[in-house]
């Protein structure tokens, strides 16, 4: 070996113990359990490897964890993160010790390009004003105003004539797909008061390209939140290529929709004197809005382009919040019901018992729509950064800086909190001795997160994936062709914020024999179901 050489490896290998020893020296007096941890690269190379697999990958570390909780680090000891299962450090993280624990600036620097200052990645004041203003619009007089105009239109209008069609040709459909352009349509109804109807223009490429513009953005902002930021994404930030090309370009059809949007608002408001419950677009204007005196939110944003932005923020939060969470909802929903016989059975009984299709009294629907997010909840993977050094509830400790995630995900699959049956789909374990649906502390099922940023519209999702999945199930016998019905080989799932199938959920329809007689009116799109 040549001289220059050896004195790479030499330096190599010094600098490998130096960095070892000033880990081992740094870290905390107790540490959580990490799993295959490398003193130069950390878990960088298993993560590479189970990349694709992510939830299932710390789903098993945690499981194996006698603490539930595990420690994980990038290379050169950048990164690190503590990531747990246990219901009591969720509590700590999400309850007790909420101030300590916030988005971070690495956060919205990840996000900055796609959500801005929107809700969901704002922090201190700057959420609380949000949180506020929007709390107004998931009142239960708004959410009755849902329910009564919105989803029964959507529902009656467009989903089930386009279902029908579906049956009809005897095609497969991609159900998540459709599933996903209703719930868009109707996030657009009822927080913009802008009707639009992507479901029934299927093939249009402009619909198609706002899709596919959302999926890239949030899929490489996902990815980014994963990893500390490094100089190679500066660089290609500043060169606008690669994968920074790729966002910023899905962004700008992103913002072109968004400023559609406030537009078709600004001039819908003017044109009309509508003295009804407010949306919460209009909320947010008429909190931007200079002529009501503007409050501490309008102050934050001082120029009329700093406004406009920031309304783009909130249109583009609440699109990401409704679009893609109920569609995950369901489309596993509908896959583990056709996995899962019985239960489809007893969905059905239950959904065609009563006459008018309302959802109120259905226990056994509401337990199925919960268990299928315990297996598979549409946000799988959140977490916070610490503000200052603390120690979970098991004395883990969490330095300043560091990563604090939960994985719903794993927490679903714990023997530990669900039984020796829980990987099986048994919506029963979420009934009570009479037959009523029984909740668990939302720290144990952090599905819709839990304390003072705990989900604004968890109702309202109910409500919509329970009249969906009630209005489906009494119309129709659904086939899945693909991926397919077994719980032995579950669908592969896509790497990104929102659990999706992998290559979509394709169903073949077939209406039930009981509404065969009402096809011809649904169709027309004059039945509301
Ligand atoms: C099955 C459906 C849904 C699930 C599983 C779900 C889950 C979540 C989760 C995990 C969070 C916490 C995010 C974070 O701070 O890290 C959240 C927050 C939130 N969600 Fe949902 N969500 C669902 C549907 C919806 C819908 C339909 C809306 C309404 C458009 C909505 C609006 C919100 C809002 C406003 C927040 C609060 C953000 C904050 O205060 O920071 N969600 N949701």
Not at 304 to 320: C, G, I, Q, T, Y
């Amino acid at each position: 070996m040549e001289i220059s050489h050896l004195a790479y490896v030499l330096l190599f290998l010094f600098a490998a113990v130096v960095l070892y020893v000033q880990r081992r020296r740094a870290s905390p007096s107790r540490t959580a359990n990490c799993p295959h941890p490398n003193p130069v690269l950390g878990n960088t190379v298993e993560f590479i490897r189970n990349r694709g697999r992510f939830f299932d990958w710390y789903a098993d570390m945690l499981r194996a964890s006698p603490s539930s909780t595990i420690e994980a680090w990038g290379a050169l000891g950048a990164s690190h993160a503590v990531t747990t299962a246990d219901p009591a450090a969720v509590d700590h993280l999400l309850r007790a010790s909420f101030a300590n624990y916030n988005r971070s600036a690495q956060f919205r620097a990840a996000q900055s390009d796609l959500i801005g200052d929107g809700l969901f990645g704002a922090d201190g004041r700057l959420w609380s004003l949000q949180r506020k203003l929007a709390s107004y619009a998931f009142s239960s007089r708004s959410l009755r105003r849902f329910t009564e105009d919105v989803l029964a239109v959507h529902l009656g209008r467009r989903f089930l004539p386009f279902l029908d069609a579906a049956a009809g040709s005897g095609e497969a459909v991609d159900l998540q797909e459709a599933l996903r352009r209703f719930a868009f349509d109707n996030i657009c109804h009822v927080a913009f008061g802008v009707e639009s109807s992507t479901l029934l223009e299927w093939g249009d490429p402009r619909h198609q390209a706002l899709f596919a513009a959302f999926d890239t953005a949030v899929e490489i902002s996902f990815m980014r939140t994963l990893k500390a930021p490094t100089p190679v994404r500066k660089l290609t930030k500043l060169l606008n290529i690669g994968q920074s090309r790729r966002l910023r370009e899905a962004v700008g059809v992103i913002d072109d929709h968004a400023m559609s949007v406030i537009e078709a608002k600004g001039v819908s408001q003017r044109n009309s004197r509508d003295e009804g419950d407010p949306d919460l677009l209009s909320r947010f204007m008429a909190a931007m809005d200079e002529e009501d005196g503007g409050g501490e939110l309008a102050a934050m944003f001082p120029t009329p382009e700093a406004k406009r932005r920031f309304l783009r923020d909130v249109v583009v939060s609440f699109v990401l919040a409704g679009k893609d969470t109920t569609t995950s909802a369901l489309t596993w929903f509908f896959w583990l019901l056709a996995a899962n016989p019985r239960c489809e059975q007893r969905v059905h009984d239950e959904v065609s018992r009563s006459p008018d299709g309302n959802v109120k009294g259905m226990h056994y629907l509401h337990a199925a729509i919960t268990e299928a997010m315990r297996l598979y909840p549409p946000v799988p993977f959140n977490g916070r950064i610490a503000v200052a050094d603390d120690v979970l509830p098991d004395g883990t400790v969490v330095r300043a800086g560091w990563f604090a995630n939960y994985s719903a995900y794993a927490m679903g699959r714990m023997e530990k909190l669900w039984g020796e049956n829980f990987m099986e789909f048994a919506p029963e374990r979420w009934l009570g001795d009479s037959g009523e649906f029984a909740p668990v502390d939302a720290a144990r099922y952090p599905v819709f997160h839990a304390g003072p940023r705990a989900c604004l519209g968890k109702e309202m999702a109910y409500m919509q994936m329970k009249t969906v999945a009630s209005a489906v199930l009494r119309r129709f016998r659904l086939n899945v062709v693909a991926p397919a019905a077994s719980m032995e080989s579950p669908p592969a799932y896509e790497m990104t914020g929102t659990m999706k199938i992998k290559g979509g959920l394709q169903v073949q329809l077939r209406m039930s024999d009981a509404n065969k007689s009402s096809f011809a009116t649904s169709a027309s799109g004059q039945e509301v179901d």
